[in-house]
């Protein structure tokens, strides 16, 4: 069973710097786009980051400069360094992966969302 375990999230203040994990695991056979959104209570959730396995990432305009997004292949994991925070960045941070297994076919994965608080 494929399971995203986000880590990384907590409190910081306006100007200092996050880094967010994701480790994918359970039977995966193929991952492709893996990616990091955002979700504010009554709000849509949001794109933040994502990156192919070739490395080409993609940002929303309100983190470029700020945010970047990486992944080491190998150890199924993805990670968002978050500089320069604002308080508007805070929100629920949710991972996001392309998976196939052997008997699934590719499906969009969620993990459970991490907490990013950003204190003015």
């Known amino acids: 069973q494929v399971q995203l375990v986000e880590s990384g999230g907590g409190l910081v203040q306006a100007g200092g710097s996050l880094r967010l994990s994701c480790v994918a695991s359970?039977?995966?056979?193929?991952?492709?786009?893996m990616g990091w959104y955002r979700q504010a209570p009554g709000k849509q959730r949001e794109l933040v980051a994502t990156?192919?396995?070739?490395?080409?990432?993609n940002y929303a305009d309100s983190v470029k400069g700020r945010f970047t997004i990486s992944r080491d292949i190998a150890k199924n994991t993805v990670y968002l360094r978050m500089n320069i925070l604002k308080p508007n960045d805070a929100d629920v941070y949710y991972c996001?992966?392309?998976?196939?297994?052997?008997?699934?076919?590719?499906?969009?994965?969620w993990g459970q969302g991490t907490q990013v608080t950003v204190s003015s």
């Open positions: 359970g039977g995966i056979f193929r991952m492709d786009v």
């Open positions: 990156i192919t396995n070739g490395g080409s990432t």
């Open positions: 996001n992966a392309h998976i196939a297994t052997h008997y699934v076919p590719r499906t969009d994965y």
